[in-house]
């Protein structure tokens, strides 16, 4: 398993996209322990509650790079559609997503796993929201798009004032 999750009972916030960004892009980038790796599913929370609603569907990108920061132009390893879905009782809602084929990452490869941050698109932020753990906070690991489609100007969430890094985890069989 990887995961960028430093303390599982740390504080949660969350990120989303303003009515103007609604469409693009958030990715994490998780680093193997050893390699080669193979990855087979990715999961994350979903906040639920307030301007948070699982409602939405979205898409989850998959790609890999000997670089420390997300590509431009990444080469797309596996798409997955997410179906929207209606809010549990509770403050968080677990989403697994199974890849169609596995991803094999090589030595000295990273993993980014992207997330399509939909929302109503409206004055009031309402959409998808990724959870983040406030503790243990790293720069270098969580990126915005500031793009609904390549080429892709990422930044550094924490360049924002994003405190905390969102929680995204990726399996192995």
Not at 56 to 66: E, L, Q
Not at 119 to 142: E, F, I, R, Y
Request: proline residues 10%; contains cysteine.
């Amino acid at each position: 398993m990887f995961s960028n999750i430093t303390d599982p009972t740390g504080a949660v916030s969350y990120v989303l996209a303003l009515p103007s960004e609604v469409g693009m892009w958030q990715a994490t980038r998780l680093g193997p322990a050893a390699s080669p790796t193979t990855i087979t599913t990715i999961a994350y929370p979903e906040v639920v509650g307030g301007p948070c609603d699982p409602s939405f569907a979205h898409r989850v990108r998959v790609f890999k790079s000997a670089s420390a920061t997300p590509p431009a132009e990444p080469v797309v390893e596996d798409e997955v559609a997410v179906a929207g879905r209606s809010a549990p009782p509770a403050p968080a809602l677990q989403v697994v997503v199974p890849l169609h084929r596995p991803l094999v990452l090589g030595t000295g490869e990273y993993l980014f796993v992207s997330v399509e941050m939909n929302g109503a698109g409206v004055s009031k932020p309402l959409g998808l929201c990724l959870a983040v753990n406030k503790n243990g906070t790293q720069h270098g690991l969580d990126f915005w798009s500031y793009a609904a489609t390549a080429p892709f100007a990422w930044k550094d969430l924490k360049d924002d004032g994003i405190a905390g890094n969102v929680a995204i985890e990726a399996f192995g069989p």
